[in-house]
């Protein structure tokens, strides 16, 4: 969604919450974008948006018709480089990764060593879909941005790139794609009653019956349904939720960590402890250091 990651002045209503991850073909940068009209710049580089949290209604126009969905938690929109975008409205705030792809993503050798021709390999303009794998990869590298940095990170980051660039190829080359079928789907109105059901009561026990029954479905249902609009089971987005609820619990300070634990919807400080640091990396008190002398960035 800009020219460049490094020189592009951030859209109005973006904000970059970490510094710029960098390793060799990949960047990764931390964002929260608002609601309005932003900027549309030819990007040098191919982008991956990928988002965790929040929910929007986008509307974007390049080349084709208009692309409009809903931007929701393991949802991802595609722009390869070079793409002019006419068009790219946000109705709502979401917090998301956008990561940066080389324009070719992957060497014309290595494509033809699988039978791909290098001519056929343009990546497609695509958006508002949930893939499993590309939910895999970027939680794996918002894992990788949220801790300390470790001796092995640039190898791990590595394999991440080969993997993302590779399942891209594999899945969403111009000549092939093709939105997924959105019946059957979870209406959108639905949705949001269960997702402000979530927001509601995070401190609660909240069963998956008490979710489809937010929905009017059957449990199995709207499991299925859910997983298909969110790209996350619902157990998966609800952890998830909380962990973001308990960062910024952390972040914020004041809070003991057990207290934290309560709040966001945990029995205990230990099943609190094993989930943070398994959604994360590292521990709720390592994360509460981290981000005290790391401030927030605004560019």
Not at 141 to 164: C, E, K
Not at 189 to 209: C, G, Q
Not at 221 to 250: C, D, K, N, S, V
Not at 262 to 284: I, Y
Request: aromatic share 6%.
């Amino acid at each position: 969604m800009t020219s460049s990651p490094e020189t592009a002045a951030p859209p109005p209503g973006s904000n970059r919450l970490t510094g710029m991850a960098s390793w060799t073909g990949l960047q990764v940068e931390h964002r929260q974008i608002g609601p309005g009209s932003h900027r549309c710049d030819r990007p040098e580089m191919t982008e991956l948006a990928y988002i965790l949290s929040g929910r929007s209604r986008i509307r974007r126009h390049a080349d084709g018709p208009l692309q409009e969905g809903l931007a929701l938690p393991g949802t991802s929109w595609l722009t390869p480089s070079g793409t002019a975008e006419k068009l790219l409205e946000f109705d709502g705030e979401v917090e998301c990764l956008i990561l940066y792809l080389p324009a070719k993503l992957l060497e014309d050798s290595a494509l033809r060593d699988h039978d791909i021709d290098p001519g056929q390999a343009e990546i497609a303009y695509a958006g508002g879909f949930a893939d499993p794998t590309l939910s895999q990869i970027g939680l794996a590298l918002r894992n990788l941005i949220g801790r300390p940095s470790q001796p092995v990170d640039r190898l791990f980051a590595d394999g991440l790139r080969t993997a993302l660039a590779a399942h891209l190829v594999g899945n969403y080359r111009a000549d092939r794609w093709q939105p997924a079928e959105r019946q059957p789907a979870l209406e959108p109105r639905r949705l949001r009653r269960v997702l402000d059901y979530i927001e509601a009561r995070l401190s609660e026990a909240i069963s998956l019956d008490d979710l489809a029954g937010e929905a009017c479905l059957s449990p199995f249902h709207f499991a299925r349904l859910f997983r298909q609009a969110t790209g996350l089971a619902p157990h998966q987005y609800l952890t998830e939720r909380r962990i973001r609820g308990a960062q910024q619990l952390i972040v914020g300070g004041g809070t003991s960590l057990a207290e934290v634990a309560l709040d966001s919807g945990f029995g205990s400080q230990a099943s609190f402890c094993r989930a943070f640091r398994k959604a994360t990396g590292v521990s709720p008190t390592a994360y509460r250091d981290l981000h005290r002398r790391r401030p927030v960035l605004e560019s």
